[in-house]
């Protein structure tokens, strides 16, 4: 069974561009989380979906956006973006359980976003 | 708030000693999930363990342990007679139960390396 993979492996941008990434959750799970590991630092929460819909987003600004589709896989998008904005973006899924989270998360590899 | 401090940036050990990783969450919830993830440098987290926050039985699994201490709230990783295939970053992660609206937090992982 195919785990959650993610696409592109890597992109470069450079400032102000607007960079996308995908994410499709392993089948059957529902809910698709979004977390940033920037060099050196640890995992920093981002987004969560769930059946579609957005449940929760970290302390990111807006330009960071995503959605979900019907599949259950995701898109994230980053617009204008910024030298900082560098770093890993793994996707996660888990199966969704309604109203509690008490999920094992299963991880992509990550997309490695550049940003000149 | 909900918080994961891992205070262990880096640690190196020589091959076969044992070493704790260290984990101290806040949380208002009582209701919430622990959990450990490890990073091998290919990049891609794997779950080592879940706890629920009514269950502070230690869990032993081979040659790792984990000691979930609710009055300090710790939760504690011990790898015992460390193997160089250890090596790895550690990150221990906390997930609130009360509502449809939490999310997975992770710490900022401890950097472990097990030297032959």
């Known amino acids: 069974e195919a785990g959650v993979t993610q696409s592109p492996t890597h992109l470069i941008k450079t400032r102000g561009q607007q960079a996308t990434l995908r994410c499709s959750p392993i089948?059957?799970?529902?809910?698709v989380y979004w977390y940033q590991q920037a060099l050196g630092l640890g995992l920093q929460f981002l987004l969560w979906?769930?059946?579609?819909?957005?449940?929760n987003r970290g302390n990111f600004p807006p330009r960071f956006s995503g959605r979900q589709f019907p599949n259950y896989s995701s898109e994230l998008n980053v617009n204008a973006l910024e030298l900082e904005d560098s770093a890993l973006y793994l996707c996660?899924?888990?199966?969704?359980?309604?109203?509690?989270?008490?999920?094992?998360?299963?991880f992509g590899e990550g997309s490695r976003l550049t940003v000149l | 708030a909900q918080k994961v401090t891992q205070a262990q940036t880096e640690i190196s050990v020589v091959e076969k000693e044992d070493v704790t990783l260290d984990c101290v969450y806040e949380?208002?919830?009582?209701?919430?999930?622990l959990f450990w993830y490890k990073q091998p440098p290919s990049g891609e987290l794997v779950f080592l363990i879940r706890?629920?926050?009514?269950?502070?039985q230690n869990e032993i699994s081979g040659r790792y342990s984990w000691n979930f201490q609710k009055s300090t709230s710790s939760f504690n990783f011990t790898i015992t007679a460390s193997q160089v295939v250890d090596s790895a970053v550690y990150f221990c992660?906390?997930?609130?139960?009360?509502?449809?609206?939490?999310?997975?937090?992770f710490g900022s992982g401890t950097r472990l390396s097990i030297r032959p």
């Open positions: 996660a899924s888990s199966l969704g359980s309604g109203s509690t989270n008490t999920g094992e998360l299963f």
């Open positions: 089948s059957g799970h529902t809910s």
């Open positions: 979906y769930d059946e579609g819909e957005e449940r």
């Open positions: 949380t208002r919830d009582t209701t919430y999930y």
């Open positions: 706890r629920n926050s009514f269950d502070e």
């Open positions: 992660a906390l997930s609130e139960a009360r509502s449809s609206a939490s999310k997975i937090i």
